[in-house]
């Protein structure tokens, strides 16, 4: 080995690469789509638990299409609902019966996780086929990390 | 030897690139070019193969010189 780099990402891209990595992580995780790229409608569901996450390290770019937009996924009676803050971080709310704030905040939080992951997958493999580095190995452990090699470019 | 990275992405999207076979400098030019691509670096480590690649140039340096 040579070096070992840690690095914690930022989210930052339009809302059309957002919602790609969200996609993306919600076939991983069971989640389906209950409404794709809807104008927000604000329904208050009452008598279900709620919590609120915004990612701080997140920017959707404003001039993109789509940003008054959002993304709603279900699983198991819980539903999460992506959109873009006033400030234009990546804001989810969690909502779902039978869940204290506590657990939904903490499955939203593994939501945006994974989210995050996609969208670096993405934007790491997208970047080393821009500098020819060739991909020659891909794996997703049981910890679901993804692995990637990279050898000889 | 053959140059080789191995990217890691955790399931809250921490990443993890350990590099092997590329000799010194070039290794932290590709850290800085995965650090501004993704984000904030929280921990960067030379490994003794740095260190052995940066020690093997000097030696080569050095016998050429002495033999000039």
């Given at each position: 080995?040579?070096?070992?780099?840690?690095?914690?990402?930022l989210?930052?891209?339009?809302w059309p690469?957002?919602s790609?990595?969200v996609?993306a992580?919600?076939?991983?995780?069971?989640?389906?789509?209950a409404?794709a790229?809807?104008?927000?409608?604000?329904?208050?569901q009452?008598?279900k638990?709620?919590?609120?996450i915004?990612?701080?390290?997140?920017e959707?770019?404003e001039?993109?299409?789509?940003?008054?937009?959002?993304?709603v996924?279900?699983?198991?009676?819980i539903r999460a609902?992506?959109?873009?803050?006033?400030?234009?971080?990546?804001?989810?709310c969690?909502?779902?019966?039978?869940h204290s704030?506590a657990?939904?905040?903490k499955?939203?939080e593994?939501?945006?996780?994974?989210?995050?992951?996609?969208?670096?997958?993405?934007?790491?493999?997208?970047?080393?086929k821009?500098?020819?580095?060739?991909?020659?190995?891909?794996?997703?452990g049981?910890d679901?990390?993804?692995?990637i090699?990279?050898?000889?470019w | 030897?053959?140059?080789?990275l191995?990217?890691?992405?955790a399931?809250?999207?921490?990443?993890?690139?350990?590099?092997?076979?590329?000799k010194g400098?070039?290794?932290m030019d590709?850290?800085?070019?995965?650090?501004q691509?993704?984000?904030?670096?929280?921990?960067?480590?030379?490994?003794?193969?740095?260190?052995e690649?940066q020690?093997?140039?000097?030696?080569?340096?050095?016998?050429?010189?002495?033999r000039s």
């Open positions: 080995m040579s070096c070992v780099l840690v690095v914690t990402p989210v930052i891209g339009s690469a957002i790609a990595a996609t992580a919600i076939a991983t995780m069971g989640y389906s789509l409404k790229a809807g104008q927000r409608h604000g329904v208050d009452h008598g638990a709620k919590a609120e915004t990612v701080e390290d997140s959707i770019l001039d993109g299409a789509g940003t008054g937009q959002e993304i996924v279900e699983k198991d009676g609902t992506f959109s873009r803050d006033a400030r234009g971080a990546l804001r989810v969690m909502e779902g019966e039978g704030k657990e939904l905040k499955i939203g593994e939501l945006i996780g994974r989210v995050t992951q996609q969208y670096v997958y993405h934007k790491v493999v997208t970047e080393l821009e500098r020819r580095m060739a991909i020659v190995g891909e794996e997703v049981e679901r990390t993804i692995k090699h990279v050898r000889n | 030897m053959a140059e080789e191995q990217i890691e992405i399931p809250d999207g921490k990443v993890t690139v350990r590099t092997k076979g590329i400098p070039a290794c590709l850290a800085d070019i995965f650090v691509l993704l984000g904030t670096e929280d921990v960067r480590t030379k490994t003794s193969e740095y260190y690649s020690t093997a140039a000097k030696r080569s340096v050095q016998q050429k010189q002495q």
